[in-house]
Protein backbone atom coordinates (compact mmCIF):
# COMPACT_ATOMS: atom_id res chain seq x y z
CA UNK A 1 0.00 0.00 0.00
CA UNK A 2 3.25 2.37 0.05
CA UNK A 3 2.26 2.96 -3.76
CA UNK A 4 -1.13 4.30 -2.80
CA UNK A 5 -0.34 6.66 0.09
CA UNK A 6 2.66 8.25 -1.99
CA UNK A 7 -0.10 8.61 -4.80
CA UNK A 8 -2.71 10.30 -2.13
CA UNK A 9 0.35 12.69 -0.53
CA UNK A 10 2.02 13.25 -3.57
CA UNK A 11 2.78 16.98 -3.74
CA UNK A 12 3.91 20.46 -5.95
CA UNK A 13 6.13 22.90 -4.99
CA UNK A 14 5.82 25.79 -6.66
CA UNK A 15 8.10 28.65 -4.72
CA UNK A 16 7.72 28.19 -0.98
CA UNK A 17 4.34 26.80 -1.54
CA UNK A 18 3.50 22.89 -1.03
CA UNK A 19 0.30 21.92 -2.93
CA UNK A 20 -1.13 18.61 -3.24
CA UNK A 21 -1.49 16.97 -6.58
CA UNK A 22 -5.23 15.79 -5.27
CA UNK A 23 -6.52 19.15 -4.89
CA UNK A 24 -5.30 19.80 -8.36
CA UNK A 25 -6.76 16.65 -10.04
CA UNK A 26 -10.15 16.75 -7.40
CA UNK A 27 -10.65 20.79 -9.46
CA UNK A 28 -9.56 19.42 -13.27
CA UNK A 29 -13.05 16.95 -12.23
CA UNK A 30 -14.86 19.58 -11.32
CA UNK A 31 -13.51 21.69 -14.42
CA UNK A 32 -14.77 18.86 -16.64
CA UNK A 33 -18.27 18.56 -14.89
CA UNK A 34 -18.92 21.91 -15.53
CA UNK A 35 -17.95 22.16 -19.41
CA UNK A 36 -20.12 18.77 -19.46
CA UNK A 37 -23.09 20.95 -17.40
CA UNK A 38 -22.90 23.56 -19.55
CA UNK A 39 -23.24 21.15 -22.77
CA UNK A 40 -25.66 19.42 -20.76
CA UNK A 41 -24.48 16.40 -21.08
CA UNK A 42 -25.49 13.50 -18.09
CA UNK A 43 -21.39 12.44 -17.43
CA UNK A 44 -21.59 15.96 -15.66
CA UNK A 45 -22.50 14.31 -13.16
CA UNK A 46 -20.67 11.32 -12.39
CA UNK A 47 -17.28 13.64 -12.79
CA UNK A 48 -18.09 15.77 -10.59
CA UNK A 49 -18.70 13.29 -8.08
CA UNK A 50 -15.63 12.20 -8.17
CA UNK A 51 -13.86 15.31 -7.96
CA UNK A 52 -15.86 15.67 -4.99
CA UNK A 53 -14.51 12.79 -3.33
CA UNK A 54 -11.09 13.78 -4.30
CA UNK A 55 -11.77 17.50 -2.73
CA UNK A 56 -13.51 16.50 0.36
CA UNK A 57 -9.70 14.74 1.39
CA UNK A 58 -8.19 17.96 0.45
CA UNK A 59 -10.09 20.77 2.14
CA UNK A 60 -9.97 19.05 5.86
CA UNK A 61 -6.11 19.65 5.81
CA UNK A 62 -5.59 18.94 9.76
CA UNK A 63 -7.20 15.94 9.88
CA UNK A 64 -5.66 14.25 6.04
CA UNK A 65 -2.60 16.24 7.16
CA UNK A 66 -2.76 18.08 3.70
CA UNK A 67 0.05 20.83 3.47
CA UNK A 68 -2.45 24.23 4.53
CA UNK A 69 -3.45 22.15 7.66
CA UNK A 70 -6.33 24.58 7.85
CA UNK A 71 -9.66 22.69 8.25
CA UNK A 72 -12.26 24.49 5.92
CA UNK A 73 -15.50 22.35 6.61
CA UNK A 74 -18.03 24.23 4.97
CA UNK A 75 -15.67 23.67 1.91
CA UNK A 76 -15.61 19.93 2.91
CA UNK A 77 -19.18 19.57 3.66
CA UNK A 78 -20.52 21.09 0.49
CA UNK A 79 -18.51 18.21 -1.46
CA UNK A 80 -20.58 15.64 0.78
CA UNK A 81 -24.04 17.73 0.28
CA UNK A 82 -22.04 17.58 -3.99
CA UNK A 83 -22.16 14.44 -3.91
CA UNK A 84 -25.58 13.68 -2.94
CA UNK A 85 -27.66 16.49 -4.78
CA UNK A 86 -25.29 15.06 -8.06
CA UNK A 87 -27.30 11.95 -7.32
CA UNK A 88 -30.97 13.53 -7.75
CA UNK A 89 -29.37 15.58 -10.67
CA UNK A 90 -27.55 12.62 -12.12
CA UNK A 91 -31.15 10.64 -11.75
CA UNK A 92 -33.09 13.95 -12.89
CA UNK A 93 -31.37 14.62 -16.22
CA UNK A 94 -31.29 10.89 -17.28
CA UNK A 95 -35.45 11.14 -17.08
CA UNK A 96 -35.35 14.01 -18.49
CA UNK A 97 -35.52 13.76 -22.43
CA UNK A 98 -34.48 17.08 -24.73
CA UNK A 99 -35.00 16.83 -28.48
CA UNK A 100 -32.05 18.66 -29.22
CA UNK A 101 -29.91 15.85 -27.86
CA UNK A 102 -29.36 17.89 -24.56
CA UNK A 103 -30.10 16.10 -21.60
CA UNK A 104 -32.75 18.99 -19.96
CA UNK A 105 -34.53 22.20 -21.02
CA UNK A 106 -33.24 25.07 -19.82
CA UNK A 107 -35.81 27.57 -18.00
CA UNK A 108 -35.99 30.51 -15.68
CA UNK A 109 -37.37 29.94 -12.17
CA UNK A 110 -40.81 30.84 -11.69
CA UNK A 111 -41.07 33.57 -9.08
CA UNK A 112 -41.69 30.91 -6.04
CA UNK A 113 -39.02 29.27 -7.06
CA UNK A 114 -37.02 32.27 -6.52
CA UNK A 115 -38.42 33.61 -3.73
CA UNK A 116 -37.53 29.66 -2.01
CA UNK A 117 -34.00 30.22 -3.31
CA UNK A 118 -33.70 33.38 -1.11
CA UNK A 119 -35.31 32.38 1.96
CA UNK A 120 -33.26 28.64 1.37
CA UNK A 121 -29.89 30.95 0.85
CA UNK A 122 -30.98 33.45 4.12
CA UNK A 123 -31.40 30.19 6.34
CA UNK A 124 -28.95 28.31 4.93
CA UNK A 125 -26.03 30.73 5.54
CA UNK A 126 -27.41 31.43 9.20
CA UNK A 127 -27.39 28.10 10.24
CA UNK A 128 -23.87 26.75 8.65
CA UNK A 129 -22.16 30.05 9.74
CA UNK A 130 -23.24 28.86 13.54
CA UNK A 131 -22.36 24.93 12.96
CA UNK A 132 -19.07 25.93 10.96
CA UNK A 133 -18.31 28.51 14.21
CA UNK A 134 -18.87 25.74 16.64
CA UNK A 135 -16.56 22.95 14.24
CA UNK A 136 -13.77 25.63 13.52
CA UNK A 137 -13.59 26.35 10.16
CA UNK A 138 -11.68 29.09 8.76
CA UNK A 139 -13.65 31.96 7.99
CA UNK A 140 -17.01 30.76 8.51
CA UNK A 141 -19.13 32.82 7.25
CA UNK A 142 -17.75 32.92 3.98
CA UNK A 143 -17.85 29.04 4.17
CA UNK A 144 -20.95 29.04 5.33
CA UNK A 145 -21.88 31.08 1.94
CA UNK A 146 -20.17 29.19 -0.42
CA UNK A 147 -21.66 26.01 0.77
CA UNK A 148 -25.39 26.79 0.78
CA UNK A 149 -24.71 29.00 -2.31
CA UNK A 150 -22.82 25.75 -3.59
CA UNK A 151 -25.85 23.56 -2.94
CA UNK A 152 -28.22 25.84 -4.37
CA UNK A 153 -26.60 26.32 -7.70
CA UNK A 154 -26.09 22.62 -8.01
CA UNK A 155 -29.64 21.85 -7.13
CA UNK A 156 -30.49 24.78 -9.57
CA UNK A 157 -28.70 22.79 -12.22
CA UNK A 158 -30.42 19.85 -11.66
CA UNK A 159 -33.78 21.72 -12.12
CA UNK A 160 -32.46 23.14 -15.45
CA UNK A 161 -32.88 26.54 -14.08
CA UNK A 162 -31.04 29.52 -15.85
CA UNK A 163 -30.10 30.89 -12.77
CA UNK A 164 -28.00 28.52 -11.37
CA UNK A 165 -25.13 30.12 -13.22
CA UNK A 166 -25.40 33.71 -11.49
CA UNK A 167 -25.36 31.79 -8.25
CA UNK A 168 -21.99 30.29 -9.35
CA UNK A 169 -20.82 33.60 -10.20
CA UNK A 170 -21.79 34.84 -6.63
CA UNK A 171 -19.78 32.11 -5.08
CA UNK A 172 -16.80 32.23 -6.84
CA UNK A 173 -16.74 36.21 -5.76
CA UNK A 174 -16.54 34.72 -2.06
CA UNK A 175 -14.66 31.43 -2.77
CA UNK A 176 -11.61 33.24 -4.36
CA UNK A 177 -10.18 35.63 -1.76
CA UNK A 178 -11.00 33.32 0.90
CA UNK A 179 -9.25 30.39 -0.63
CA UNK A 180 -6.55 32.25 -1.29
CA UNK A 181 -6.07 33.53 2.10
CA UNK A 182 -6.18 30.08 3.16
CA UNK A 183 -3.57 29.07 0.95
CA UNK A 184 -5.61 26.74 -1.23
CA UNK A 185 -3.84 28.37 -4.54
CA UNK A 186 -4.94 25.86 -7.08
CA UNK A 187 -8.35 25.80 -5.77
CA UNK A 188 -8.75 29.96 -5.70
CA UNK A 189 -7.07 29.89 -9.42
CA UNK A 190 -9.56 27.33 -10.61
CA UNK A 191 -12.85 29.58 -8.61
CA UNK A 192 -11.44 32.42 -11.19
CA UNK A 193 -11.48 30.88 -13.71
CA UNK A 194 -14.83 29.26 -13.06
CA UNK A 195 -16.22 32.95 -12.89
CA UNK A 196 -15.36 33.16 -16.50
CA UNK A 197 -17.02 30.11 -17.30
CA UNK A 198 -19.84 30.70 -15.42
CA UNK A 199 -20.56 34.33 -17.39
CA UNK A 200 -20.69 31.70 -20.39
CA UNK A 201 -22.66 28.98 -19.12
CA UNK A 202 -25.07 31.82 -18.48
CA UNK A 203 -24.96 33.08 -21.76
CA UNK A 204 -25.35 29.69 -23.39
CA UNK A 205 -28.13 28.59 -21.58
CA UNK A 206 -30.11 31.65 -21.82
CA UNK A 207 -29.69 31.45 -25.69
CA UNK A 208 -31.12 27.49 -25.76
CA UNK A 209 -33.57 28.97 -23.28
CA UNK A 210 -35.15 30.97 -26.02
CA UNK A 211 -34.30 28.52 -28.63
CA UNK A 212 -35.61 25.63 -27.31
CA UNK A 213 -39.33 24.76 -27.01
CA UNK A 214 -40.40 25.67 -23.57
CA UNK A 215 -41.33 22.45 -21.08
CA UNK A 216 -44.37 22.11 -19.40
CA UNK A 217 -44.19 25.62 -16.94
CA UNK A 218 -45.39 25.10 -13.33
CA UNK A 219 -49.02 26.03 -12.86
CA UNK A 220 -48.47 29.47 -10.80
CA UNK A 221 -46.32 30.42 -13.75
CA UNK A 222 -49.77 31.06 -15.29
CA UNK A 223 -51.36 32.39 -11.97
CA UNK A 224 -48.72 35.03 -12.29
CA UNK A 225 -49.49 36.09 -15.42
CA UNK A 226 -47.26 34.57 -17.74
CA UNK A 227 -48.12 35.47 -21.45
CA UNK A 228 -47.01 31.52 -22.38
Known amino acids: MNWLNELVSAELHIGGSTILWREIVGNGFGLASAILGMRRRVGAWPVGMIGNVVLFTVFLGGVFHAPQEKDLWGQAARQVFFFAVSLYGWWRWRQARNGDGGAIAPRWATWRERVGLLVAAAVG????????????????????????????????????????????????????????????????????????????????????????????????????????
Open 125 to 228: VVVFTYVLGLLGSWGPLSDAWILTGSILATYGMARGWVEFWLIWVAVDAVGVPLLFSAGFYPSAILYIIYGGFCVAGFVAWLRLERRIPAMPRPADVVAAGDPS
